[in-house]
């Protein structure tokens, strides 16, 4: 994956710079259910619609968790995982079971320490953001 | 309300091992595109010691426990009241498959909003590999919606 060629460098990026974008198959159950089982997350308000809608809602939905893996995703296909620093988000919104989420991130600052600050976000087809957050990494 | 006395307090530290196995199977329920988390020689080939635990995976190790939702339980809060609302990770040294990981989690803060109707619990973890190396830390927020 990382060839010479390819690899982000300090000088190469500007601020402003998008990252590649990265659009995930659209969430169905069978997505919820695999995902519990191999994060451990077994929250049944996930994947039993039983519980959801006694705990008040229309349905399961996604795992916020789900949605920080598919942004983890979007940093290491752009650098290798070793480069970032810190990563964090905020769950801004319920992610809907059948959501197509997509995850986008730009440079937003260049500090010392050849460090690159990025804002990250996810959003469903609707352009609704469901997390919104924030990497810093180390580049060469 | 959750008993503010929780402030300050450490749980009882979890020590497991990173499974090659646990790892490709976060890779496919999250459609991983990159070979060297689902691939030993494709992880050596791009430097690491074998296949590394993705980013948020730290999160996936504390839950393995006998009762994942420990803290949660421990401060009688109610699961299904429960949202996540912040997540942050840093990094140290990076995991990867045959490490075993030593987590220790501490309540940070707790406070409400909105006149006791959503309460904030603030965990933060420390995680270290069988070197003692420093794996980095995870915060996490969770928020409890208290019915009226």
């Avoid at chain 1, 600052?109 to 469901?130: C, F, H, M, P, S």
């Avoid at chain 2, 949202?83 to 940070?108: M, N, R």
């Amino acid at each position: 994956m990382s060839s010479v060629e390819n690899t982000v460098t300090f000088a190469s990026v500007q601020v402003g710079d998008e990252l590649p974008a990265i659009r995930q198959r659209a969430i169905s159950r069978t997505t919820l259910a695999l995902f519990a089982g191999a994060s451990g997350d077994h929250n049944p308000i996930h994947i039993d619609i039983d519980f959801a809608k006694a705990a008040g809602m229309p349905d399961v939905f996604a795992h916020g968790m789900l949605n920080m893996a598919y942004l983890g995703h979007l940093l290491t296909a752009w650098v290798p995982q070793s480069a970032v620093r810190e990563f964090s988000t905020r769950f801004v919104a319920i992610t809907q079971i059948h959501a197509v989420v997509t995850c986008t991130g730009r440079v937003v600052e260049k500090r010392g320490g050849n460090l690159v600050a990025l804002e990250i976000e996810a959003a469903d087809q609707n352009g609704e953001v469901k997390l919104a957050g924030e990497a810093l990494v180390e580049l060469p | 309300m959750i008993d503010r006395s929780f402030i300050g307090r450490s749980f009882p530290s979890l020590t497991t091992g990173v499974e090659a196995g646990r790892l490709r199977a976060f890779a496919r329920a999250t459609g991983q595109r990159n070979p060297i988390y689902w691939d030993s020689a494709a992880a050596q080939a791009a430097g690491y010691r074998d296949i590394p635990a993705p980013l948020t995976f730290v999160f996936t190790l504390d839950l393995e426990r006998d009762d994942p939702f420990y803290f949660i339980n421990e401060m009688k809060i109610e699961l299904a009241h429960v949202l996540h609302g912040e997540q942050s990770f840093t990094y140290g040294v990076p995991i990867c498959a045959g490490d075993e990981v030593t987590l220790i989690s501490k309540v940070v803060d707790i406070y409400d909003k909105k006149g006791g109707a959503m309460e904030f619990v603030i965990l933060e973890t420390s995680a270290q590999n069988q070197l003692g190396e420093d794996l980095g830390s995870m915060t996490r927020t969770i928020v409890v919606r208290n019915p009226k």
